[in-house]
């Protein structure tokens, strides 16, 4: 595809006559009599729709496959936040929990929530798989986050998601790596080894720079792994969640225009940086060699702020080479009222304005994107010992009621 189709033109406000919120009206009209999902709409317009989400009980009751079938849904995103709601938050893992335990008596709390984590993964990775044989490899991806407590180690972060790569054994797995100071040439180590990478975590133009360049390196490193697959984790609406009170503490008329135009206008000008590197010069080769582009992906994508639409952070972003990675509350809402039509058309200057303007009334973006990154890393870290707390006590039950079982079979004379 070429560079100048990549940033589409703006719409005018009406097409031979008719307008736009018509013909708007009118496609979804035509589509929900046939029974698509509006969510496919993003397929058509180049972007992959993910889930941000995965549970025992999502695969086992069909619901990850009717996502799949109905809404094009075409991959999965996991963090340690997400595991520990899941494995904590019912009782679809007591089985395999009390299988494992069975097996190995004295297997840790931390080897027994990354055995649970696999086990979902390899299962979500099976459902996908004709979605990545489809689309040669191209989608259809699960993916893992290395501990955080790997997350100021390079060298420890290299060996984790190799580790996780290999224990996991499935093609369309991408293993998480934090966008921080060590994690950076653990990317292009990584890359270089042929492992799929979706970096995570990523706030700011700074780190976009920093991730693509080690993705270019990681290819340029090792060549013949040009089947390698990666995506860039831009997260979204934390930044508007961290900016707009700040601009409300601010609180002239100026600063309150700019309340949820800050994240959109960060996200836009990452992504026409993306599009200079990776549809322009700096891509030529690779993409000639038959490298694959490394896609952003938007994270954080549910709305923060209830007096915003519910689904401004999907609306606002779309464009062909991405990934939208989005909650299940706003997948029910995309589908249920939202609109495919391609904003990200933005005009370069406006966002380069809005952010400049908000620069000059105070906002430190580069101190508010860092902060953003460290707190991230410390509520995974947060989710993680949560989650090892709760799979203990799960433990002692277990060992409970199988005392009490064995007492009953063998009642003490």
Not at 292 to 315: H, I
């Amino acid at each position: 595809m070429k560079r100048e189709n990549m940033i589409a033109p703006r719409r005018s406000a009406s097409r031979r006559g008719t307008p736009l919120a018509l013909i708007g009206y009118m496609r979804k009209l035509t589509d929900s009599k046939r029974g698509i999902s509006p969510l496919c709409a993003l397929n058509q317009r180049g972007q992959s729709v993910w889930l941000d989400n995965i549970s025992r009980g999502l695969i086992t009751r069909g619901e990850l496959q009717r996502l799949i079938d109905e809404d094009g849904v075409s991959g999965i995103t996991s963090n340690p936040t997400i595991f520990a709601k899941a494995i904590t938050g019912s009782s679809d893992y007591d089985e395999a929990l009390s299988r494992i335990i069975r097996r190995h008596p004295d297997v840790s709390n931390a080897a027994l929530a990354e055995r649970l984590m696999i086990e979902d993964i390899q299962m979500a990775a099976e459902l996908l798989r004709p979605v990545f044989d489809r689309t040669q490899g191209a989608d259809g991806f699960v993916s893992l986050e290395v501990s955080p407590a790997c997350s100021g180690d390079t060298e420890a972060t290299i060996a984790e998601a190799r580790r996780l790569w290999f224990d996991v054994a499935r093609l369309n797995v991408m293993i998480k790596v934090p966008a921080t100071q060590a994690g950076i040439p653990a990317i292009e180590a990584l890359i270089a080894q042929g492992i799929n990478v979706n970096i995570t975590l990523m706030f700011s133009l700074e780190h976009y720079e920093a991730v693509a360049k080690a993705y270019l390196h990681g290819l340029i490193g090792s060549p013949g792994r040009h089947h390698v697959a990666s995506v860039a984790s831009i997260f979204v609406s934390r930044l508007d969640a961290v900016a707009d009170p700040l601009l409300d503490a601010i609180g002239s008329p100026a600063a309150k225009r700019f309340r949820g135009r800050i994240a959109l206008a960060n996200a836009r000008r990452i992504y026409r940086r993306f599009a200079a590197i990776f549809h322009g010069e700096p891509f030529v080769d690779l993409r000639r060699r038959g490298a694959r582009v490394q896609r952003p992906l938007w994270a954080s994508t549910g709305t923060k702020d209830p007096s915003y639409s519910d689904v401004l952070y999907l609306e606002g972003l779309i464009a062909p080479d991405t990934v939208t990675t989005v909650p299940p509350a706003t997948l029910d809402a995309f589908r249920d009222h939202g609109s495919a039509r391609n904003e990200i058309a933005a005009d370069a200057d406006e966002d380069d304005a809005t952010l400049a303007a908000a620069a000059r009334l105070g906002l430190d973006l580069h101190a508010i994107t860092e902060q953003l990154q460290a707190d991230g890393i410390a509520a995974f870290a947060h989710s993680h010992e949560e989650l090892l707390h709760a799979l203990d006590q799960k433990r002692r039950a277990i060992a409970i009621r199988r005392d009490s079982g064995a007492t009953r079979a063998h009642p003490v004379a």
